[in-house]
């Protein structure tokens, strides 16, 4: 086994995968506990050796990844993640860069990419953009028709609330919501007692039938995930038992070709060095053998005429 080997084998094992969750864990406690003005004064030092150290594990781990796979290492989209949260880290303190200093806490995020079932739900929710982009594009129709349909009907009642397009898409967005829409209808209702009807066909329409689609988009998303990798897990399965398989039936065979080597041989061609048997030879023989038996017989058994040999 080369050295590159023993390295992806290192960096590929389990334990150090939670080796690194456990680095995360820790670091993200110290970040948090860096924005405490008197744990800092007391115990600052250790907190940014804590955090010097974890910084130091991470740049390690990517180097060690780097050389194990080298350019496949660009291939997977996690490790550009990890590559720009930990070089975030590495950018050096000052009022210039005090904004990305700020965006340390960014490492806590390295738990999606090291536990798989985090990862599993951040990729079901990037796989179902596309199923969720048109769900939401029915979702602000909905809510721009209903939006211009307030503010005719209900800006002399509530123009505080349907005053213009903008307000009147803040409100049903609000009612969209669920948060505080009884208060919105209500005053609305003081004036017309039948707007209840565009309440209620509104959060029908837009809380229990879009956002429940988006729901579902989600859910069908992971199942099919799910299912992908269990197919992929069941391939790789198969193909290991192939494998062993394949070289139980290899071995058998050498065995097998040894035995036929270590027995005698019993027949054979002029190449193997064995005479041939000459059938000429045979039927004289033959011939010879009833001769004699023929003469051994009394005059009488005797047949008139022998019998012609078989062609």
Partial sequence: MTSRERVRAVVDARWFNRFIIGVIVVNTVGLGLETSPGLMAEYGTLIHTVDLTAIGIFVVELAAKF?????????????????????????????????????????????????????????????????????????????????????????????????????????????????????????????????????????????????????????????????????????????????????????LYDKLAEVQAALPRQTGGPADGIDQVDPTAGRAEAAQHGARADAALPSHEKPDRLPEPAA
């Fill in 67 to 251: 050389y194990a796979y080298r350019l496949r290492f660009f291939r997977d989209p996690w490790n550009w993640f990890d590559m720009v949260v930990v070089g975030v880290a590495l950018v050096p303190a000052g009022e210039t860069f005090a904004v990305l200093r700020a965006l340390r806490i960014m490492r806590a995020l390295r738990l999606i990419s090291q536990v798989p079932s985090m990862r599993r739900v951040v990729t079901a929710l990037l796989s179902a953009i596309p199923g969720l982009l048109s769900i939401l594009g029915l979702l602000l129709l909905v809510l721009y028709t209903s939006a211009v349909v307030g503010v005719q009907l209900f800006r002399g009642a509530a123009p505080e609330l349907f005053g213009d397009l903008t307000t009147s898409l803040f409100t049903l967005f609000a009612v969209m919501t669920m948060e505080g829409w009884q208060g919105i209808a209500e005053e609305v209702m003081a004036v017309y007692p039948a707007a209840w009807i565009f309440f209620i066909g509104y959060i029908v329409v837009t809380s229990f039938i879009v956002l429940n689609l988006l729901i579902a988009v989600l859910v069908s998303t992971m199942e099919n995930q799910l299912s992908a990798e269990r197919w992929e897990e069941d391939q790789s399965i198969e193909a290991v038992q192939h494998a062993r398989v394949m070289d139980e039936l290899r071995m």
